[in-house]
């Protein structure tokens, strides 16, 4: 960048869904949408590349504690207001009523299992459109563990197999340590909704009546519709952290006639409708363009703890053939190797023939990954010709932060092993945050977990609240001692959710980045369809094709978190971004670098992709959920090669298989029937089919005139090799019942998904 100072937009995301300034402190919750800020790109000083030497931190002191809330406590203790003011915009802590919701991890199992039944309430709308909020049943826990959660002054909340979810005063969180069967207590894993927000002078512009994305026509979806093929007797859920404004978009036509509505969450209510938690539901209006006849379900949740309990609701009290949109993602809650709890909640749902999509994230600027090098001689890594990580466009270049913005960092490396509750190699690195003074960099916020033998994670994270405009770093240092030698060279990761934007798309938010490997979790697991985002407008527009400058690409890490090398694996598909919504404004088809107005990310991407698999399935309900995935896969249309991150046709890990698509919905036919004669007088019928979208098997008829009584020959139906695929496949079948010197004439009947059926023209044979 060679301009010394260049305007640009910075969106300042909140863990959950703040989007920039100003951010209000009042839940325990997503911060609410706010205002898009401006900031600028300052040139420092050559020497501002190093952060000055020092001797590694001693690691918190409070086992059991998560470091950031051991510092919460150390500055409660203290009296410390800057220090608890750096926490103000945390989504788990409330500083103004003293409250945090943390999670106790729990080596003695709680004994969690629901109590009751879901309280149901149904509400109906003033045009005759109903939906039923069902609010999730309690789940008990052991008594004595709940008494001894109350004596703290804790409010137990929830649970989910070994998790326990408390709301606690500052005060208690020590006591929370102690009690029998609790091995750490830790904030709910960092998570974040997947879009991102329209620029100043677009977007957000309320829209009146019904609005269909873009991408329905785009991916071909709306001839299937046409057909009459709209997602019929397929359940569809879509998990978020709210979905404000849904009886009015229910009301528009935007939302289906009937809905159910699963409340999980803490933070959000459906009614009375908790403010600023749209995200959900624009998620829920591409869903309904894309199956409109699909039965939807919208849970919300707000932790990790929540999102089990709600996946279990899914797997259990819903019944049929089912499918999952989700555009949140996780950081520091795996090795970003397709394991860890999320990913398993979502292998479960996998495991129950759930199909599910998730955005892939928006990460690919705002992520670093790389082998931890030493630097000099000293403790801190290497990052380019220092040891700081700048936040800023490249190596030298600080963005302005504004005061009052959230700046959150997260750090992990390669030091998980099968079980991850204990390291493999007892390695402790620590993660600072500094600000520029002037003429150096002062240290204002660390996170310095022990890892040195102990069942702490690879794990450090940062969220501090900016007290005025001013530039930051951030740096990496090594922690030794006798029992934990940490010789460098481990596989780590660092992620924000603070994005940039300039007048190319998404800008870097480190100095230094991978754009490559940034996908977030669960994307990074085999469980989810993965969707990065491409501009729908820019489809046919080389060599990118519309993919945009944010969306996280693969690959996932290397099993353990280590180096990934080229394997190809991640994302699975792309699909439309940037369309027409009720929730987000229209699109006046320009891109997001050009503040087009609508609603862009992943997020919008991954529900096109689950409202297509509810149409495909819902054409061939006999299609397994394997089948389903392969044939969504091989109908994209495949855009361009991975480039640096690997991958050529048919995957790759910019695009997947391509940009989703679906074949015109004609009937099924066949591309040939021959009948022959064999030498032992027996009829050797051969078919071959052009595809197999909506057919689940042939039956073979035989008469001895061509107007003649049709006979069915086979016992059992000849069932489709490909089901739902676009591929044919090849069919035989012998009739050894033929006399001689007689003809024989055979006709195909073809079976499809919804018991109609087709023929195929009558082949005349005479025997010998």
Not at 47 to 59: D, F, G, I, Q
Not at 109 to 120: L, V, Y
């Amino acid at each position: 960048m060679n301009s010394k100072r260049i305007s640009i937009l910075l969106v300042a995301f909140a863990m959950v869904i703040g989007l920039g300034l100003p951010i209000l402190v009042n839940s325990q919750g997503p911060a609410p949408l706010s205002n898009v800020i401006v900031t600028t790109a300052q040139k420092l000083p050559e020497t501002a590349l190093t952060a000055p030497e020092r001797a590694p931190s001693r690691p918190s002191s409070l086992a059991g504690l998560q470091d950031e809330l051991a510092q919460l406590v150390a500055a409660h203790k203290t009296g410390d207001q800057t220090k608890l003011r750096s926490y103000s915009q945390d989504q788990n802590i409330d500083l103004a009523n003293n409250r945090i919701r943390v999670i106790l991890e729990m080596d003695v199992s709680p004994d969690a299992h629901p109590t009751g039944t879901p309280k149901i309430e149904t509400v109906q709308q003033s045009d005759g459109k109903s939906a039923r909020i069902e609010r999730a049943p309690a789940i008990a826990i052991r008594p004595a563990l709940a008494r001894e959660i109350a004596a703290t002054g804790a409010v137990y909340e929830t649970a989910y197999q070994n998790l326990v979810q408390v709301s606690a005063p500052i005060e208690a969180l020590e006591a929370l340590t102690k009690i029998s069967g609790v091995r750490y207590v830790r904030l709910p894993y960092p998570v974040a909704p997947l879009e991102i927000p329209p620029g100043q002078t677009k977007g957000l512009v309320p829209l009146v009546g019904n609005v269909t994305s873009q991408g329905v026509a785009l991916t071909n979806t709306n001839n299937w519709h046409t057909s009459g093929l709209k997602g019929k007797d397929v359940k569809l859920a879509v998990f978020d952290f709210g979905f404000t404004g849904w009886a009015a978009r229910q009301i528009s036509g935007d939302l289906p006639a009937s809905i159910t509505l699963k409340d999980f969450s803490a933070t959000y209510s459906f009614s009375p409708d908790t403010p600023n938690y749209p995200h959900g539901t624009a998620c829920a209006e591409i869903t309904t363009d894309m199956a409109p006849e699909a039965t939807h379900y919208l849970y919300a949740f707000s932790t990790d703890v929540e999102f089990g309990n709600a996946v279990n609701d899914y797997i259990n009290n819903v019944s049929g053939t089912k499918v999952v949109s989700m555009s949140i993602g996780w950081v520091n809650s795996g090795p970003y190797d397709g394991t860890g709890p999320i990913n398993t909640i979502v292998d479960n749902a996998k495991n129950a023939g759930i199909f599910w999509a998730n955005s892939a994230g928006n990460n690919q600027r705002a992520h670093w990954s790389g082998t931890a090098v030493q630097y000099g001689g000293g403790e801190w890594i290497t990052f380019g010709a220092g040891n700081l990580q700048g936040i800023g466009p490249s190596p030298g270049y600080v963005w302005n932060i504004s005061g009052g913005t959230t700046l959150r960092v997260f750090l992990e490396w390669n030091d998980w092993n099968v079980g991850r509750t204990q390291n493999q190699n007892n390695q402790n690195y620590d993660l600072y945050l500094f600000r520029w003074n002037g003429s150096g960099w002062t240290q204002v916020a660390g996170s310095v977990g022990d890892q040195c033998n102990t069942s702490v994670p690879p794990l450090e994270q940062i969220s501090y609240t900016v007290p005025s405009a001013g530039f930051y770093a951030v740096a990496i240092q090594r922690y030794t001692n006798v029992s934990c030698p940490n010789n460098f060279g481990h596989w780590m990761q660092l992620h924000t959710f603070n994005s940039f934007k300039d007048s190319q798309g998404a800008a870097n938010s480190f100095w230094y980045t991978n754009q490559c490997n940034s996908l977030l979790i669960p994307s990074d697991g085999d469980s989810s369809v993965t969707v990065g985002a491409t501009f729908w407008n820019e489809d046919g527009t080389s060599p990118l094709y519309g993919l945009e400058t944010f969306s996280s690409l693969g690959p996932r890490n290397a099993p353990g978190g280590g180096d990934p090398g080229t394997t190809v694996n991640k994302p699975d598909v792309v699909a439309p971004d940037g369309v027409s919504g009720e929730t987000y404004g229209a699109n006046d088809g320009t891109n997001y670098a050009n503040n087009g107005g609508g609603f862009f990310g992943t997020s919008a991407a991954a529900p096109h992709v689950t409202g297509m698999a509810a149409v495909m399935w819902s054409r061939t309900p006999s299609m397994t959920l394997a089948q389903l995935v392969g044939s969504l896969k091989s109908q994209a249309l495949f855009k361009a090669d991975g480039g640096t991150c690997g991958g050529t046709s048919p995957s790759n890990n910019r695009y997947g298989s391509g940009r989703i698509n679906l074949d015109a919905p004609t009937a099924m036919e066949l591309d040939s029937v021959t009948a022959k004669l064999t030498r032992k007088n027996k009829v050797r019928l051969v078919w071959q089919s052009a595809n197999e979208f909506n057919l689940i098997g042939f039956n073979v008829w035989r008469a001895t005139s061509k107007r003649g009584e049709f006979k069915k020959l086979n016992a059992d139906l000849v069932g489709a090799q490909n089901i739902g695929e676009p591929n044919g496949a090849k069919y035989k079948f012998v009739d050894k019942s033929v006399k001689a010197d007689k003809p024989y004439f055979y006709k195909i009947e073809i079976i499809h998904a919804d018991n109609s059926n087709a023929w195929s023209d009558i082949k005349r044979i005479k025997t010998r």
